[in-house]
Every structure is written in structure tokens, then in C-alpha cells.
């Protein structure tokens, strides 16, 4: 069974093509601009099993066209690895396309078997300096660039997803490198820079939760267009998504 908290069907933000995108409950970070805050909460929310789940994909299939599949997110699906493995297993023994959004924060060797049965990691990297991602997210950022080196050595295809906070992510120094520590990385596909939002900040009101970044304003087109210069500059495809 899998602990989710929520499913979107026809999502086109989370990997290519048309998905089903699965929200697992439960996440070891907190990051201060998270939009989907009421999945941290390690509790039991629905669990679904693995033939609800195939079910559910196979409903989809006719829409997921060439490029489409199923994508797990969070939350930190890697923290449910284990459940995953029989999903993943299924799911490709039916042709799907599957993919992972994480935070890269676990690498135990159930992780290391779900690799094997996953096509895509889109993995977020939240900061490259230590402490303005502790400031970030709560916690330290070895075990993401750990879990990224792993990819590269296992040329596992992967996304890097970066979200560009103002006054928290978007220092050209930390943009330069980020760039520097993925431009040798052969299994990095694409960079897609995330623009910051406050769309899930009603959500930390009704959560009784401070919102602490309450007087930080949007990107403007200038500073996401540097961000995007910079991180092209070390030569991978990079998009503002
Ligand atoms: S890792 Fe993702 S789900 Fe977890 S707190 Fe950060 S943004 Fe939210």
C-alpha cells in the first residue's frame, strides 16, 4: 500500500507529456515556500494498493500518448521506496513511463532497487551552499548532492528542478554553482528553473502555520532570465517552467 495524499490526473508539470501524478503523504524537509504543505505531516492519509493504482494508470493510458506515464511526488515519495518498488515493478511490466519528483534526501538500498524500475528522476535541488539550504528547507543538503552523484553513477536520466527564491535561491554565485556541479553530469537531462509562488500559502493559514515568506515577492522576467543565462552557460538545456 501507498500513502497518498492526493492524485492528479492529466498533470503536465511533472515529467514529459501527460501524467498521473501521485502526491505521497509525508516529507522529511520544510522548505519555507513549500505549496503543498499539508503533505509533510508524516500520518496516514489514503493508502492505495498496487492494483488500484494500475487501474487507475491504465484508465489513462489513451491520454498519456508517447511521451506520458505516471510521476510519484510529494511529500518525499523515496521515503515510501519500499511501498514503490511493487507499484514501479507493475507498472513497467504494462509499458508505462515512470517517473519520480524528489528531494533526494534517501538513499537505502530499497531506493536503489526502485532505480531500476524507474525511466526519469526529476530531483529538486533546493540550494547549493549548506547553510542557506538549511535556512531554506530546515535541513542540510549532502544527502541530495550524494543522491545525485549516485544518478551520474548509475546514469540514471534526471531533471534537475530548482526553485528560484528571491533573496534565498538566486545568488549568481549558488546559480554558478549548481551549474558547475552538474555541467559533467552526462545523465542530466534539463534544468527547469521554478519560478517562486505563493499559491499554497492559504493552505499554511489553515494549517495554523506561519508563512514566513510572506514579504518576498515574485521573480521578475529579468531575474529569471539571468538565472536561466547563467545555468545555460554550462551547457545543458535549461527551462523556465
Ligand atoms: S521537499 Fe517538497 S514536499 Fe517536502 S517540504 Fe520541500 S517542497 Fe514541500
Avoid at 8 to 35: I, M, W
Avoid at 65 to 87: D, H
Avoid at 166 to 180: A, F
Avoid at 211 to 226: A, G, I, S
Amino acid at each position: 500500500m501507498l500513502n497518498v495524499h492526493s492524485v492528479e490526473s492529466l498533470g503536465t508539470f511533472d515529467g514529459p507529456g501527460v501524467r498521473l501524478v501521485l502526491f505521497l503523504q509525508g516529507c522529511n524537509f520544510k522548505c519555507l515556500y513549500c505549496a503543498n504543505p499539508d503533505t509533510i505531516e508524516m500520518k496516514v492519509a489514503k493508502p492505495l494498493s498496487v492494483d488500484e493504482i494500475l487501474q487507475m494508470a491504465r484508465n489513462q493510458r489513451p491520454y498519456f500518448g508517447k511521451k506520458g506515464g505516471i510521476t510519484v511526488s510529494g511529500g518525499e515519495p523515496l521515503l515510501q521506496a519500499r511501498e514503490l518498488i511493487p507499484v514501479f515493478k507493475a507498472l513497467k511490466e504494462d509499458g508505462f513511463n515512470t517517473c519520480i519528483d524528489t528531494n533526494g534526501s534517501v538513499l537505502t538500498p530499497a531506493v536503489k532497487e526502485l532505480m531500476e524500475y524507474t525511466d526519469l528522476v526529476l530531483l529538486d535541488i533546493k540550494q547549493m551552499d549548506e547553510k542557506a539550504h538549511q535556512e531554506l528547507t530546515a535541513v542540510k543538503n549532502q544527502l541530495t548532492l550524494r543522491f545525485a552523484s549516485f544518478l551520474h553513477s548509475i546514469n540514471k536520466p534526471a531533471w534537475i528542478r530548482y526553485v528560484l527564491v528571491p533573496g534565498y535561491s538566486d545568488k549568481e554565485e549558488h546559480l554558478h554553482k549548481l551549474g558547475h556541479f552538474i555541467e559533467s553530469m552526462s545523465n542530466v537531462q534539463k534544468i527547469e528553473i521554478q519560478p517562486y509562488h505563493k499559491l499554497g500559502k492559504h493552505k499554511y493559514d489553515a494549517l495554523g502555520w506561519e508563512y514566513q515568506l510572506e514579504d518576498v515577492e515574485m521573480n521578475t522576467p529579468e531575474q529569471l532570465h539571468r538565472a536561466e543565462t547563467i545555468l545555460k552557460s554550462y551547457g545543458k538545456e535549461t527551462i523556465i517552467n
